[in-house]
């Protein structure tokens, strides 16, 4: 039986569902029932009005969203609703991320994603859930607007868990997925600019491209990976989508797409996923050591630094530099972010609202 012929399970994405490009969404996250506050226009950076995360951690909670960066506060908006509508926890994440995919402003994800080196632009994602420990994921995915849809008909309408380049493709195609040119005119003229500047004796693409990418994109910084998890009274779910490092190398894959290393969730211990540098979360099992960390009974806050010491010491062993960061949950709903530098910062999503939060930085 060819996936083609696969039949769709319940609950999974239809057709209707797979062609849709977000736009209610995107409505959907204005709600005032989950807006945190409006910012600042003023404000020099989308992060503006950060709130410091308390020292003596969040409270627990039986429902929430939590996610990466600015931007994640719209699509916890949009996850939000589908969750309190009787959304399982993966649902939600699949319509949070689908938001960020869907919106040309963020130059890290999705559609406006900056490209690789010749460029291309070329997706990532991953999502998993934590009753059945099911995942799928895509990778090199070129083409298609939302990847995470994509990565969710792998987990349920094949044997598989990663399915990358062309095969992703092809397998989208087969889905009902339609083709789109991911590559805004802003992201090509960033990655003109980037081009035209580099000479014979330049650096290679992948070792200078973060600070390449945020200089062209005009950018204070050039943020990541958005990498959700949604809790639902002790049932957990995880999503992650990505445009990878601007300028990469063609067919480079990072920690996104890679189960253990960019997220993992497991109902019986918890849920992590990571953004920044993904070589770096690849070489300590970033997330899965999380998760692992949680079923030995450590809180997040610990599991999470421990782990990112592993990431600061092996790179200092090998003379490499590089930000990390990760979102964390337990499985009776306490949140923690942290990453190695102070810039990281999440969107966390209860029944209280919405707000942006800092990460602690490993000291």
């Known amino acids: 039986m060819t996936s083609a012929q696969l039949p769709a399970p319940s609950g999974s994405p239809n057709r209707r569902e ?8 995107l409505a959907a996250a204005s709600l005032s029932a989950c807006a945190g506050p409006a910012p600042d226009p003023r404000a020099g950076t989308p992060a503006a009005g ?10 627990r909670r039986s429902r929430l969203v ?22 399982a926890p993966l649902d939600a994440c699949e319509a949070g991320v689908r938001v ?37 994921a895509v990778a090199s995915l070129r083409g298609i607007l939302h990847p995470v849809s994509v990565a969710r008909l792998v987990m349920e309408r094949t044997p598989h868990v990663l399915l990358v380049g062309e095969g992703a493709a092809v397998f989208a195609h087969a889905q009902g997925v339609p083709d ?32 390449a990418a945020a200089a062209a994109a005009g950018q204070d910084h050039d943020h990541d990976t958005i990498g959700m998890i949604v809790a639902d009274a002790g049932r957990l779910a995880t999503a992650v989508t990505t445009s990878g490092l601007a300028y990469k190398l063609p067919g480079r894959v990072g920690d996104s797409p890679i189960i253990g290393a960019g997220s993992y969730c497991d109902d019986e211990a918890g849920a992590a996923v990571s953004t920044g540098v993904g070589e770096e979360v690849i070489r300590v099992g ?33 003379g490499r530099s590089g930000d990390v960061a990760f979102l964390v ?35």
């Open 100 to 136: 960020t995919e869907a919106d040309p402003a963020i130059t890290s994800v999705g559609y406006g994603g900056l490209p690789n080196a010749d460029g291309v632009v070329e997706l990532d994602s991953a999502v998993m859930r934590g009753d059945t420990l099911q995942c799928g």
């Open 66 to 87: 939590a996610s990466t960066w600015w931007f994640g506060r719209a699509a916890n908006a949009a996850a939000w609703v589908r969750l309190a509508s009787g959304g």
């Open 286 to 318: 970033g997330c899965v050591s999380i998760v692992e960390a949680l079923r030995r009974g450590h809180s997040p806050r610990r599991a999470g630094l421990a782990v990112l010491d592993r990431v600061r010491r092996a790179e200092a062993r090998a």
């Open 180 to 211: 789109q040119d991911l590559l805004t005119p802003g992201s090509r003229r960033a990655w003109e600019a980037w081009r035209a500047g580099q000479t014979v004796a330049a650096p290679e693409p992948w070792q200078a491209a973060r600070v």
């Open 329 to 363: 949950c337990s499985r009776d709903g306490e949140v923690w972010g942290g990453a190695l530098t102070a810039d990281f910062h999440f969107a966390l999503t209860d029944e209280d609202g919405t707000r942006l939060l800092l990460g602690e930085a490993l000291l």
């Open 50 to 59: 950060a709130q410091p995360q308390p020292a003596g951690g969040l409270p």
């Open 18 to 25: 797979l062609l849709a490009t977000g736009g209610a969404l």
